[in-house]
């Protein structure tokens, strides 16, 4: 077991009750700097209760849980978070790099001075640049209501980075993307993760668009929580034990991973509101 | 823009003339006065109701207003202060509604709702107990440049200064809980109190606009500057600085036309506030039209 200290996320028997009913439970958790992990789960089950305790939002019932050597919500200025959400409205009328802006400096009171000081021409290097990195520069001058929904996808994503973050929590970014959308955010999101060396933890309803970028994989379920490499926690024996109801883990010819037998409403979209 | 005078007005078709006679007389001073201070806050505050989507509230805010007044006329304490008292208590019941999300947006409409019918049978009640009253009920309604005082200007110039001074504080991380409520509040923004603190901004502002434009008229001053300059631009700052140029001119270009007409005030604002929102979406509708063959492929 590696040193906790060290860890960007660590937890040990974490769990979370929330209005008396236990979330998750038993959740031993690490991950290292610079990984890539997934949060892998049925509807309901507590994937963004997981990114809420990270961020301090949501206490431990039971256990503890270390955040970037601190505990949760000590160190967030050192984390970008994108919540689970709803695509922008079409008749929005700000552009895409006002909106990654935002993520530098809006919550800042008070109105920047006119004319071009230092500390102006340095937000717009860092959001140009950040924009640059999701290649995102063809359009980020639009209004973002008249973009893709994986164009929008990509500028939240720069404005959870635009602070260089050291620990990204990215809740459900492929949700209601069509499936090339899906592969090339999930690209777009390792390269991010190796090339500026940014941890990440991704929650996803589906393991198959991210599953070759992954270092590791929590499943949650009604049992308690599995943490471990894909290989290792995507398997019918491990799936049948965490749910306690017969799990089967099919490979496709295309290492495509389909998990049946899963208690889980059938409807894709299904959660997409969802706000435990 | 084309003043159609009437026959008895001295419109000289001199600017330099008709500027002097148009400040002539101090009532018309004071319109000028009172009609700048409204058309900026109106511009300002607007151009966020409108990115808020927000409309539906400030049309009962402005609604609410009109009982006030009557109410306040009635009790013969003074039109501004049944604005200012019902618009502000009108803001609060709005927020105290729930809110949030699109589960609850028809709920919370269909209570905005409730409140603006309620104020306007109040306002119905007290036109007919104040029985010598009806014929301000005209000006409460479309609006009135008559007789605005000194002491009238400097509490509209009060208010609206303090509105806007509230603007420039919270301008940004409002700009952001309006944008994206979720992530701003993720970020430390105070979403709730921000949308409380925007409400009252909004009624304060409804109950300035309604004392130039009238309650129904509100929108000509807080709507149609912002959607006209939001067609134009999708720069925040660009279509701000638009919105209360828009809302500047439309007002000046409304007193002068009533003044040398015997039209009604609401009227001209109204209409040529209505006049650029039809030639800025023209515009917006004619740039987009050729797009997506020569916007570069994503």
Same mark, same amino acid.
């Given at each position: 077991m590696r040193e906790a200290a060290r860890d960007a996320i660590h937890a040990r028997g974490a769990a979370v009750a929330l209005g008396g009913r236990t979330v998750w439970q038993g959740l031993d958790l690490a991950v290292g700097q610079g990984e890539f992990v997934a949060v892998l789960g049925p509807n309901g089950v507590g994937k963004s209760t997981l990114v809420k305790a990270i961020l301090g939002l949501v206490p431990l019932?039971?256990?503890?849980?270390?955040?970037?050597?601190?505990?949760?919500?000590?160190?967030?200025?050192?984390?970008?978070?994108?919540?689970?959400?709803?695509?922008?409205?079409?008749?929005l009328r700000v552009r895409g790099v006002d909106v990654v802006r935002l993520g530098l400096d809006g919550d800042r009171w008070g109105v920047p001075l006119p004319g071009r000081t230092r500390r102006r021409r340095d937000a717009d290097a860092r959001v140009a640049d950040v924009v640059n990195l999701v290649d995102a520069t063809a359009y980020?001058?639009?209004?973002?209501?008249?973009?893709?929904?994986?164009? !929008? !996808?990509? #500028?939240?994503?720069?404005?959870?980075?635009?602070?260089?973050?050291? #620990?990204?929590?990215?809740?459900?970014?492929?949700?209601?993307?069509?499936?090339?959308?899906?592969?090339?955010?999930?690209?777009?999101?390792?390269?991010?993760?190796?090339?500026?060396?940014?941890?990440?933890?991704?929650?996803?309803?589906?393991?198959?668009?991210?599953?070759?970028?992954?270092?590791?994989?929590?499943?949650l379920g009604p049992g308690g929580a599995v943490a471990g490499a894909p290989k290792q926690v995507i398997t019918s024996a491990t799936l049948t034990r965490l749910?306690?109801?017969?799990?089967?883990?099919? !490979?496709?010819?295309?290492?495509?991973?389909?998990?049946?037998? !899963?208690?889980?409403?059938?409807?894709?979209?299904?959660?997409?509101?969802?706000?435990? | 823009?084309?003043?159609?005078?009437?026959?008895?007005?001295?419109? /000289?078709?001199?600017?330099?003339?008709?500027?002097?006679?148009? %400040?002539?007389?101090?009532? +018309?001073?004071?319109?000028?006065?009172?009609?700048?201070?409204?058309?900026?806050?109106?511009?300002? @505050?607007?151009?966020? +109701?409108?990115?808020?989507?927000?409309? %539906?509230?400030?049309? /009962?805010?402005?609604?609410?207003?009109?009982?006030?007044?009557?109410?306040?006329?009635?009790?013969? @304490?003074?039109?501004?202060w049944g604005f200012f008292g019902f618009c502000s208590i009108a803001a609060l019941s709005i927020a105290a509604l729930p809110h949030r999300d699109a589960r609850g947006y028809s709920e919370q409409s269909a209570g905005i709702g409730v409140i603006q019918a309620f104020a306007l049978a109040c306002g119905f009640l007290f036109v007919s107990l104040y029985r010598g009253f009806l014929n301000g009920v005209n000006a409460l309604l479309f609006g009135s440049f008559l007789g605005i005082t000194d002491g009238q200007v400097l509490v509209l110039l009060v208010v609206g200064a303090v509105a806007l001074a509230v603007l420039v504080v919270a301008g940004r991380p409002l700009l952001f809980a309006s944008v994206d409520p979720g992530i701003a509040e993720a970020r430390g923004v105070p979403v709730r109190v921000l949308s409380l603190?925007?409400?009252?901004?909004?009624?304060?502002?409804?109950?300035?606009?309604?004392?130039?434009?009238? $309650?129904?008229?509100?929108?000509?001053?807080?709507? +149609?500057?912002?959607?006209? *300059?939001?067609?134009? /631009?999708?720069?925040?700052?660009?279509?701000?600085?638009? /919105?209360?140029? @828009?809302?500047?001119?439309?007002?000046? *270009?409304?007193?002068?036309?009533?003044?040398?007409?015997?039209?009604? @005030?609401?009227? %001209?604002? $109204?209409?040529?506030?209505?006049?650029?929102?039809?030639?800025?979406?023209a515009t917006a509708a004619v740039r987009r039209a050729p797009g997506p063959n020569i916007a570069p492929a994503p």
């Open positions: 019932s039971a256990g503890a849980l270390s955040v970037l050597g601190g505990r949760p919500g000590e160190h967030n200025a050192g984390i970008g978070y994108l919540p689970q959400r709803r695509a922008f409205d079409a008749g980020a001058k639009r209004p973002i209501g008249e973009i893709s929904g994986g164009e !929008q !996808q990509r #500028l939240l994503i720069a404005q959870a980075l635009v602070r260089r973050p050291r #620990l990204l929590l990215l809740d459900e970014p492929l949700d209601s993307l069509d499936l090339p959308n899906q592969a090339a955010v999930a690209a777009l999101v390792s390269r991010i993760c190796h090339d500026e060396g940014v941890t990440v933890v991704m929650v996803a309803h589906d393991v198959n668009p991210i599953l070759p970028y992954v270092d590791d994989v929590v499943y749910f306690g109801t017969p799990i089967e883990v099919l !490979q496709a010819s295309d290492g495509r991973l389909v998990v049946v037998g !899963q208690p889980e409403p059938p409807a894709y979209h299904a959660d997409r509101h969802e706000h435990p | 823009m084309v003043v159609v005078a009437d026959a008895g007005a001295r419109l /000289t078709w001199n600017l330099v003339t008709d500027t002097r006679q148009l %400040f002539a007389f101090h009532f +018309m001073v004071n319109a000028f006065r009172a009609g700048t201070v409204v058309a900026v806050a109106a511009g300002a @505050i607007g151009w966020f +109701m409108v990115l808020r989507r927000q409309a %539906f509230a400030g049309h /009962t805010l402005a609604l609410v207003g009109f009982p006030g007044a009557a109410g306040a006329t009635w009790l013969g @304490i003074g039109a501004a603190v925007f409400l009252l901004l909004l009624g304060l502002t409804v109950a300035e606009v309604s004392q130039i434009t009238g $309650t129904l008229l509100v929108f000509a001053l807080l709507v +149609m500057p912002a959607a006209a *300059a939001q067609a134009l /631009t999708a720069r925040p700052a660009s279509s701000l600085a638009l /919105t209360v140029a @828009i809302s500047l001119v439309v007002t000046w *270009a409304g007193l002068g036309a009533a003044y040398y007409s015997p039209y009604p @005030i609401g009227f %001209f604002v $109204t209409s040529f506030a209505f006049a650029v929102y039809a030639a800025a979406t």
